[in-house]
């Protein structure tokens, strides 16, 4: 079954433990993105990854990192998570982006909460 | 980008169809049309998407009128597991913001 898969579901956290939310597609798809949603603020894109080795800020990267060695997996870190990193959180994943392309299929989400 | 603006919330009768409307008069002639939605707590789900011509797929119709200002969701035969946030999204590649920025969208409320 085609999907992308977060994990993990749930994470209850403390300030300042580095933590590491994974991403994985199955789908082959070149571009990966993460995002958050707060309420009232809507979804806003973290990071995100055109292919392999290639990744770029969204709107609001500032305390998270990624990474993208492999095409399947896209990883979120947060090094030294804050309570203002508490947040549902969305791996999102695309065959391609560009030209119409920008079907998203998104994981079922990471409900962070940082203590 | 183009702005767009919709309907905070709508309700539809189960088994009815849910025209769910949305405004973008200043759309340009090569974005596209994205329509999506999120079922409470639960990742955006892809819907639809058009550039002028009405598309048709297993979900939904998107119609979007001769001057491309507006455009309509149609869910045929809603159903309670239709009940949710609906996002239109008016995008470009390559556009001022490059990705695609869901609003706060419509919350369709099926009622039975």
């Known amino acids: 079954e085609a999907q992308v898969t977060q994990n993990p579901r749930y994470l209850i956290t403390v300030t300042g433990k580095k933590l590491t939310v994974t991403c994985s597609q199955n789908m082959n798809h070149e571009y990966m993105s993460w995002y958050r949603q707060d309420p009232g603020l809507g979804l806003r894109q973290i990071y995100y990854s055109m292919n392999v080795e290639v990744t770029d800020k969204g709107d609001v990267p500032e305390g998270y990192k990624v990474s993208r060695k492999e095409k399947r997996n896209f990883p979120l870190i947060l090094e030294s998570p804050s309570p203002n990193q508490t947040s549902l959180y969305f791996c999102?994943?695309?065959?391609?982006?560009?030209?119409?392309?920008?079907?998203?299929?998104f994981g079922s989400g990471t409900q962070l909460s940082v203590l | 980008d183009a702005k767009t603006t919709q309907p905070p919330s709508m309700d539809c009768a189960e088994g009815r169809a849910a025209n769910l409307p949305c405004n973008h008069s200043?759309?340009?002639?090569?974005?596209?049309v994205y329509w999506y939605r999120q079922i409470h707590s639960q990742g955006p789900q892809y819907i639809i998407h058009?550039?002028?011509n009405n598309e048709t797929n297993e979900m939904a119709s998107l119609i979007i009128t001769e001057d491309r200002k507006s455009s309509t969701l149609i869910l045929p035969h809603a159903t309670l597991r239709d009940t949710a946030v609906y996002y239109c999204i008016a995008f470009r590649y390559g556009g001022a913001t490059n990705k695609l920025i869901f609003g706060t969208g419509t919350l369709l409320a099926v009622q039975p």
């Open positions: 058009g550039l002028k």
């Open positions: 999102a994943s695309s065959l391609f982006y560009g030209q119409g392309g920008e079907k998203l299929f």
């Open positions: 200043t759309i340009s002639g090569n974005e596209y």
